[in-house]
T-cell receptor
């Protein structure tokens, strides 16, 4: 079953605008990861935030995590046409020696010129 | 270095036939994962390997699905007596051992069962 649920399901913005997508989940996690998927390049890891972190930045990406609300958000600033893709959050509930990721249903982002 | 590779990239098979999907992980990655993605959907976890053992097979949808990994490297996912609902993209990913490492995904195998 899907633990993560992204919101919105689809988002259309103009180049230069910011895009915000949200993820909610149900159980305790070790960390939360965001991935991007486009038709040409497959799934690519964007950023990982650990359960004891509240905010993390990577280039134009900003991720927040609120474990009390079991939610995360991904902000893409100054969007570009190349950011057009589907974005998935993945919650890591692994134990022992390996991660176990459960992916959400994704947000389809369209950035127009 | 080389990324995760999968073969074949596309597979069309008739209902009832068996298929084998192959995954070559990044060298040195001890963890290997199989996922399934149906059209327009998120990823569904199938199974993961730590070395050659599979501690978690909980995502395999039926006993028609099996997977093995040999030499801590290549993995094959086998689907017996394929059904139309098995049609999907099958994705493989590898990662370093331990919690909190990103997974590197292959390009996937698109399986179509006619």
């Amino acid at each position: 079953s899907q633990q993560g649920e992204e919101d919105p399901q689809a988002l259309s913005i103009q180049e230069g605008e910011n895009a915000t997508m949200n993820c909610s989940y149900k159980t305790s996690i070790n960390n939360l990861q965001w991935y991007r998927q486009n038709s040409g390049r497959g799934l690519v890891h964007l950023i990982l935030i650990r359960s004891n972190e509240r905010e993390k930045h990577s280039g134009r990406l900003r991720v927040t995590l609120d474990t009390s609300k079991k939610s995360s958000s991904l902000l893409i600033t100054a969007s570009r046409a190349a950011d057009t893709a589907s974005y998935f959050c993945a919650t890591d509930t692994g134990t022992g020696t390996a991660s176990k990721l459960t992916f959400g249903t994704g947000t389809r982002l369209q950035v127009t010129l | 270095g080389a990324g995760v590779s999968q073969s074949p990239s596309n597979k069309v098979t008739e209902k009832g036939k068996d298929v084998e999907l192959r995954c070559d992980p990044i060298s040195g990655h001890t963890a290997l994962y199989w996922y399934r993605q149906s059209l327009g959907q998120g990823l569904e976890f199938l199974i993961y390997f730590q070395g050659n053992s599979a501690p978690d097979k909980s995502g395999l949808p039926s006993d028609r699905f099996s997977a093995e990994r040999t030499g801590g490297s290549v993995s094959t996912l086998t689907i017996q007596r394929t059904q139309q609902e098995d049609s999907a993209v099958y994705l493989c990913a590898s990662a370093r051992q331990g919690l909190g490492y990103e997974q590197y995904f292959g390009p996937g195998t698109r399986l179509t069962v006619t």
